[in-house]
């Protein structure tokens, strides 16, 4: 099973993600952990990486699939990969479908996690951390039981993220619309998408998606 997870900030895709890597034993390939991992270990690709952030440059796409193309050749991907947060553009897509076929390993299918904007913005400003044990709540959807008191630890200093405000989450969803949704008509094009509702309970989402899967 090779896929790719689409979904907005706040969509719940890491979470689906998680679940299907530890049920179905397939490993979430991150490009953002491909990344971190290549320039602390000082690769060539992470040499070339490193070198476009300290410029504050985004990381060339040639670089990115490079680093999927060495992490797809490792073992534990045999039964297939979970792309994550790669493709973020057509181009990206384009060279990405590429370089998996030249790998024999062609996509199976584009999975979109869907979710409403307003419930996606409800998700993002309401969450809160709790900042002496890292409980997480969210305002709207699972609050604590005693308003601003952490039902773990008792803790009273329940954290809310500075960029978690409404216009900030706004311009994020924004650039994603923009930028990334486009790949929902592509992958529809190709016969390959799956769109799964993101709204309701945890497992509910999981196990739509691997009935759709």
């Known amino acids: ?66 680093m999927i193309r060495e992490r797809l050749a490792e073992p534990d991907t045999a039964n297939g990969f979970i792309l994550d947060g790669f493709p973020r553009s057509i ?23 869907d979710v409403a904007f307003d419930s996606l913005l409800k998700r993002l400003t309401g969450r809160r951390t709790c900042a002496d044990c890292g409980q997480m709540y969210n305002v709207y959807f699972s609050p604590p039981k005693q308003e601003g ?31 990334t ?3 929902v008509d592509y992958y529809k094009a190709q016969g390959k998408l799956v769109s799964v509702p993101g709204e309701g309970d945890i497992e509910e989402i999981y196990t739509r998606l691997t009935e759709e899967l």
């Open 149 to 179: 008191v952490c039902d773990r630890c008792g803790g009273e200093d329940l954290q809310h993220r500075a960029d978690d405000n409404e216009e900030t989450i706004t311009n994020r969803l924004e650039v994603y619309q923009n930028q």
């Open 181 to 183: 949704a486009p790949l």
């Open 1 to 66: 099973m090779r896929l790719v997870l689409l979904g907005a900030p706040g969509s719940g895709k890491g979470t689906q993600a998680k679940l299907l890597m530890d049920r179905k034993n397939i490993p979430q390939v991150s490009t953002g952990d491909l990344l971190r991992a290549a320039v602390k270990a000082g690769t060539e690709l992470g040499q070339k990486a490193k070198a476009a952030m300290d410029a504050g440059e985004l990381v060339a796409d040639e670089i990115v699939i490079g």
């Open 91 to 113: 181009p990206q897509a384009e060279a990405l479908d590429k370089m998996l076929e030249e790998l024999g390993q062609p996509l199976d299918k584009g999975v979109l996690i």
